[in-house]
C-alpha cells in the first residue's frame, strides 16, 4: 500500500493506494489516464479510468508525423546515459513503424516493468486523419494522447529491440502469472 499526499485549495489530502486489482478489472486491461496538463494543479494527476474507447491504429492507417523534438531529461555530461542518449534517434519512419505495431499496456505492467528512461522523442502525429500527441520513450514504451487521455503502449518485439536502449520486461515472467 503506498500513500500519496497532495494539496488542493490550501487542504492536504492522503490517499492511500493498494496494489490489488479492482473485481472486474483485468489485470490486462489498458488503462487511460488524465493527462497532467488537464488535471487542476494539485490534484491526483494519475486518476485511472478504464477505457471505453481506444484510439484504433490499424494495418492500414494513414500515419503521418508532423513533429518529432528530442529530449533528454535531467542528463549531465558525466552520467553513464548521457551518451547513450546522445546517440539515440528515430527516423520518422521508424517512428511510424513504432506506433503501429505498440500493443496496449495496462498501467500495472507499465508501473513495474518498464523503466522510464532520461530521453525521449515526442511530438504530434496525424493517425487516419486525427491528430495525436505521441512521446516515445528509449525504454521501449509510447504514450499518445488525445485531448483528454493519454494511452500507454509496449513495443518489445524482437524486430524493434536495436530501436530502444532497454526493453520492458514480460509480464508472464516478471510478475509471476
Not at 493498494?18 to 489516464?33: A, I, N, Q, Y
Not at 555530461?77 to 505495431?101: F, Q, T
Not at 512521446?135 to 509510447?142: P, V
Request: glycine fraction near 6%.
Amino acid at each position: 500500500m503506498r500513500a500519496f499526499i497532495f494539496t488542493v485549495l490550501g487542504f492536504i489530502w492522503c490517499i492511500y493506494v493498494s496494489c490489488k486489482v479492482k473485481p472486474g478489472l483485468s489485470k490486462e486491461e489498458p488503462l487511460k489516464t488524465i493527462p497532467s496538463d488537464s488535471a487542476p494543479k494539485g490534484a491526483n494527476s494519475g486518476a485511472v479510468k478504464s477505457i471505453s474507447d481506444k484510439i484504433g491504429i490499424k494495418s492500414n492507417s494513414i500515419i503521418k508525423v508532423e513533429s518529432a523534438n528530442w529530449e533528454s531529461h535531467e542528463l549531465k555530461p558525466d552520467d553513464v546515459m548521457y551518451s547513450k542518449c546522445k546517440g539515440w534517434k528515430l527516423s520518422n519512419e521508424s517512428i511510424v513503424a513504432i506506433l503501429r505495431h505498440g500493443k496496449p499496456i495496462s498501467m500495472l505492467d507499465f508501473h513495474y516493468l518498464y523503466y522510464v528512461l532520461p530521453c525521449e522523442v515526442n511530438g504530434l502525429v496525424q493517425i487516419d486523419s486525427n491528430q495525436y500527441r505521441y512521446r516515445i520513450n528509449a525504454g521501449s514504451f509510447f504514450t499518445i494522447s488525445s485531448k483528454d487521455s493519454t494511452f500507454y503502449f509496449e513495443c518489445n518485439s524482437p524486430e524493434f529491440k536495436n530501436k530502444f536502449l532497454m526493453s520492458g520486461g514480460n509480464p508472464q515472467k516478471d510478475l509471476g502469472l
